[in-house]
């Protein structure tokens, strides 16, 4: 079977290397790999489930199509658009929501920890997210979603619609049932202030993060105060089990240089962490400073992102509209 690879990026701004090492290095990997059936979204509908600034929000969309590109992915080998100018999943999301159950929604722990503990005054789209996420997925026939290990509820979610949806309307196979491409280690990168947490960009602190257009000047210091503790550089595997900093760092020098975590305790055991640390900035500007320098370049030539998203939102619309409107003959509409 011919795999067929659709994921999205929220266009929120601060794309740090938790979006980089847990999804957007691999779709770089898969789209060299499968040519032509790769569909990358800016999902900036996603965006709107809390509170944006029109004009910011412009430029974020533009910003994280830059940042594909400064990544590797080459936009004349895979689809690149953003997800508001394709009607079609905002229609397929209202569909499909009348297919999804209210207790389903009710388990996705990522609303929960979006909407806080005033859950009352979060929005109806922030709730719903997950559904409008299932119709980006579905409306491809998608059989790979690559994403990180947040995302693997709402992928659970999505497999239980589609399901719901062929068995209601008694259309067997009609909408494809998607696999999750997560990867075994590292899909989940820890905040350098707080390893209990995911690195996020609605974290308060900038040092919780590395971003994709940090300096090399920024990604030194944000290494240096990433917190540690004070024993030497761990020995083996059971030992990160209670340290959690000392774990988050490591894997990411492992995803960064490709190798296993037990090839760098190895390399690092018993070492101080301060020399560690150097050579964990000094992989870190190898990988990301380029990056950043590319997105800033790139950032400025408006005309050519717009071009991107205008020739990815054609060729995304004709899946897309042949998708929904069977979906439409299924359903019953005229
Ligand atoms: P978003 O925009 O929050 O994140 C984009 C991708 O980055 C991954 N990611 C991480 N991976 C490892 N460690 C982290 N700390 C980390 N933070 C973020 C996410 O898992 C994701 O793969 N709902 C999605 C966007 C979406 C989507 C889709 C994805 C909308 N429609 C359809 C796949 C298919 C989201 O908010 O991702």
Known sequence: MNKKIFSGVQPTGNLHLGNYLGAIKNFVE???????????????????????????????IRETVATFIACG????????????????????????????????????????????????????GLYSYPVLMAADILLYDTTHVPVGDDQKQHLELCRDIAKKFNTDFEVENFLQIPEPLIQKEFS??????????????????????????????????????????TL????????????????????IFSSLTNSSLEKTLE??????????????????????????????????DKSYLDKILQEGSEKANLTASKKINKIREIVGFL
Request: with cysteine; net charge positive.
């Open 232 to 251: 030497p550089m761990p020995s083996n595997i059971s030992e990160l089990s209670t340290r959690i900093e000392a774990k988050n760092l490591m894997c």
């Open 73 to 124: 992915i080459n936009p004349n080998k895979s689809i690149i658009f953003n997800q508001s100018a394709v009607g079609a999943h905002a229609e397929a999301a209202w569909i499909l929501s009348c297919v999804a159950r209210m207790g389903w929604l009710n388990r996705m722990t990522q609303f929960k920890e979006k909407a806080g503990k005033d859950k009352e005054k979060a929005s109806i």
């Open 267 to 300: 390399m690092f055991s018993g070492k101080n962490f301060s020399e560690f640390k150097d050579n964990l900035s000094e992989v870190l500007i190898n990988k990301i400073y380029p990056i950043s320098l590319e997105i800033k370049k790139l950032i400025d």
């Open 30 to 60: 898969l789209h060299n790999d499968h040519h032509n059936n790769c569909v990358f979204c800016v999902v900036d509908l996603h965006a709107i489930t809390v509170k944006q600034d029109p004009k910011e929000l412009r430029n974020n």
């Open 188 to 229: 989940r990168i820890m905040s350098l202030k707080d390893a209990s947490k995911k690195m996020s960009k609605s974290e308060l602190s900038d040092l919780s993060r590395i971003n994709l257009t940090d300096n090399k000047d920024q990604i030194i210091n944000k290494i240096k105060k990433a917190k540690t503790d």
